[in-house]
C-alpha cells in the first residue's frame, strides 16, 4: 500500500510524525523536509504506516485542516468493499471535496468559517442594552466571549491559527470606558474576520459597520450590533468527526 502525503503549500514543510503502535514495528516515526510539490510514501520503510494509523493520527489530521498537505491512498486494500475501505472511500471523498472547495474559491455559502466550537466558545446571552447599566454589562461579556474565539485553535480549537486581534481595553465601568472597550472591540472583530491563514474561509458577511461609540445611543447601537454580529459569526462551524473502522 501506498499513502502518498505531498506539500502543497508551504516553502518547505518538516514532517516529524510519530504513528501509534500498531501490527507493524513499533515506535514509528515519519520523518522528512518537503520542498513545495515534493511527497513522502508515509507506508514505506522506515515508517511502515498503516491507513487506519493515518486515519487515526491527529498530527496529521491537523496538517490537513490547516490546508498544507495533501494524504492520497494510492492502494487501499485488496479487498475494496470490507468495512474499513469503504468508511476510507468516504471519508477521503468528503475531505478531498472540501480542499477542492477551498481552492476553487468557496466562500461561506458552500464552507464554514470555523472547524469545531469547543465548549470555551459560546453565543452571546445577555439581553441587548437599552442602558447604560445594560451596555457596561454586554461589552464586558463580549469582551470575555470575543478573546476565547480569537485565541482557540489547534486540533480542538474554532480556528487554523490563533488570531492577533485580542481585545485589550479595559473593563466598562462607566459611560467613557464602555465607549473606549465597544470601539475596540468592534475593530479588532472586524479585523479577525479577514485575517490571513485563520479561519478555513475568511468572514465577509458579519462585519459591523456600526458607528463607533462616543454616547450612550451609539453605545447602545454598536453593542447590540457586535453582539448580533458574533453570534452569526461563531455559528458558522462544522464538526466532522472520524469515521470508525472496522466491522459494523
Known amino acids: 500500500m501506498q499513502i502518498i502525503i505531498t506539500n502543497l503549500r508551504s516553502n518547505r514543510l518538516s514532517l516529524d510524525i510519530p504513528f501509534e503502535a500498531g501490527a507493524g514495528p513499533q515506535a514509528r516515526v515519519l520523518r522528512a523536509s518537503l520542498a513545495t510539490g515534493a511527497s513522502v510514501d508515509a507506508a514505506a520503510s522506515p515508517a511502515s504506516a498503516t491507513l487506519e494509523e493515518v486515519n487515526g493520527n491527529s498530527q496529521i489530521q491537523s496538517l490537513v485542516a490547516n490546508g498544507s498537505i ?55 446571552s445577555n ?30 480549537g474554532a480556528h487554523r491559527a490563533a488570531s492577533a486581534a485580542t481585545v485589550t481595553a479595559a473593563d466598562a465601568t462607566d459611560q467613557a470606558t464602555a465607549n473606549t472597550l465597544l470601539t475596540q472591540e468592534k475593530a479588532r472583530y472586524n479585523t479577525h474576520l479577514a485575517e490571513a491563514n485563520v479561519h478555513i474561509v475568511n468572514d465577509t458577511t458579519n462585519s459591523v459597520g456600526t458607528a463607533d461609540a462616543t454616547d450612550l445611543p451609539t453605545s447602545i447601537a454598536l453593542a447590540n450590533a457586535i453582539k448580533a454580529k458574533y453570534n452569526l459569526h461563531i455559528a458558522a462551524a462544522k464538526c466532522l468527526d472520524s469515521l470508525p473502522m472496522g466491522t459494523t
Open 127 to 156: 439581553a441587548d442594552a437599552a442602558a447604560l447599566p445594560a451596555v457596561i454589562t454586554l461589552a464586558n461579556s463580549l469582551k470575555a466571549k470575543l478573546n476565547a474565539h480569537l485565541v482557540s485553535s489547534g486540533d480542538v
Open 70 to 124: 495533501s494524504v492520497r491512498v494510492v492502494e487501499q486494500t485488496t479487498d475494496t468493499m470490507s468495512p474499513a475501505s469503504q468508511f476510507n472511500k468516504l471519508r477521503n471523498d468528503v475531505v478531498q471535496s472540501l480542499v477542492a472547495a477551498v481552492e476553487g474559491g468557496a466562500t461561506s455559502a458552500t464552507v464554514p468559517y470555523h472547524k469545531c466550537n469547543p465548549a470555551s466558545i459560546t453565543a452571546e
